[in-house]
């Protein structure tokens, strides 16, 4: 009565899979996932200096700025870091630029200009008080004669505003100057003593000592007669 037929066993019996398995192939998750945001775990007692530094300055980031996660301050303070880089560079380039710029009294890239120069931008502006006379004996024993040109100048133009035969100005150039003048004697030493300041000054060569002493002649010269 209870029994279990032929047919009926047959129809429980396990169903076995004999198709071929299709083997499948994951993509490498080692590069995709090594970026600081899967940093999960920090061994910083073992670290060196640097390494600590970087991780204290990291987690005083995340403290202060409220950072989300290890991943991005570690990513913010990488990029402070960098940005610390470039200001120290441009920091030791200023100060190696200065001080070529104060040893050698001018641009890197101009021409060398004479040793313990005085800013003439100050006596330029001070001519009535500048003594001209200590200037020029110190830019002669320094056989700066380009500098002592350019102070016999600032003196003449000097000597000629005392005498009110021009209006001394900074801004004004030679030929407002000779147009100022009356004389025709006082005129033709002006012209010729600016051509020499010009000549010697702005050319920026060196002068020997026959050059300097011609022009030195003409401003003494010229200087004793308008103050006579």
Same mark, same amino acid.
């Given at each position: 009565?209870?029994?279990?037929?032929?047919?009926?066993?047959?129809?429980?019996?396990?169903?076995?899979?004999?198709?071929? @398995?299709?083997?499948?192939?994951?993509?490498?998750?080692?590069?995709?996932? %090594?970026?600081?945001?899967?940093?999960?775990?920090?061994?910083?007692?073992?670290?060196?200096?640097?390494?600590?530094?970087? *991780?204290?300055?990291?987690?005083?980031?995340?403290?202060?700025?409220?950072?989300?996660?290890? $991943? *991005?301050? %570690?990513? #913010?303070?990488?990029?402070?870091?960098?940005?610390?880089?470039?200001?120290? #560079?441009?920091?030791?380039?200023?100060?190696?630029?200065?001080?070529? @710029?104060?040893?050698?009294?001018?641009?890197?890239?101009?021409?060398?200009?004479?040793?313990?120069?005085?800013?003439?931008?100050?006596?330029?502006?001070?001519?009535?008080?500048?003594?001209?006379?200590?200037?020029?004996?110190?830019?002669?024993?320094?056989?700066?004669?380009?500098?002592?040109?350019?102070?016999?100048?600032?003196?003449?133009?000097?000597?000629?505003?005392?005498?009110?035969?021009?209006?001394?100005?900074?801004?004004?150039?030679?030929?407002?100057?000779?147009?100022?003048?009356?004389?025709?004697?006082?005129?033709?030493?002006?012209?010729?003593?600016?051509?020499?300041?010009?000549?010697?000054?702005? $050319?920026?060569?060196?002068?020997?000592? *026959?050059?300097?002493?011609?022009?030195?002649?003409?401003?003494?010269? #010229?200087?004793?007669?308008?103050?006579?």
């Amino acid at each position: 009565m209870f029994g279990i037929s032929a047919s009926e066993t047959a129809s429980d019996s396990l169903v076995t899979d004999n198709s071929p @398995i299709e083997k499948r192939h994951f993509e490498e998750l080692t590069d995709k996932y %090594s970026g600081n945001d899967y940093i999960y775990e920090r061994t910083v007692e073992q670290s060196g200096w640097w390494t600590r530094f970087k *991780q204290w300055l990291s987690d005083l980031f995340q403290k202060l700025f409220n950072l989300s996660g290890d $991943g *991005q301050a %570690s990513s #913010f303070t990488e990029v402070a870091l960098k940005i610390f880089y470039v200001v120290v #560079f441009l920091l030791v380039v200023y100060f190696i630029f200065r001080a070529i @710029i104060n040893k050698e009294g001018t641009w890197v890239f101009g021409k060398s200009s004479e040793k313990n120069i005085v800013p003439v931008t100050d006596i330029e502006n001070n001519i009535h008080v500048a003594d001209f006379k200590s200037l020029i004996e110190i830019a002669e024993s320094e056989k700066n004669y380009r500098l002592a040109v350019r102070y016999y100048y600032l003196w003449l133009l000097r000597s000629l505003t005392n005498a009110q035969l021009i209006d001394y100005d900074v801004e004004k150039t030679d030929s407002d100057y000779l147009y100022e003048l009356q004389s025709k004697t006082n005129r033709d030493q002006f012209s010729y003593t600016s051509y020499l300041y010009n000549y010697i000054w702005y $050319g920026e060569f060196d002068v020997n000592t *026959q050059q300097f002493d011609k022009a030195k002649h003409a401003f003494t010269t #010229f200087i004793n007669n308008v103050k006579a």
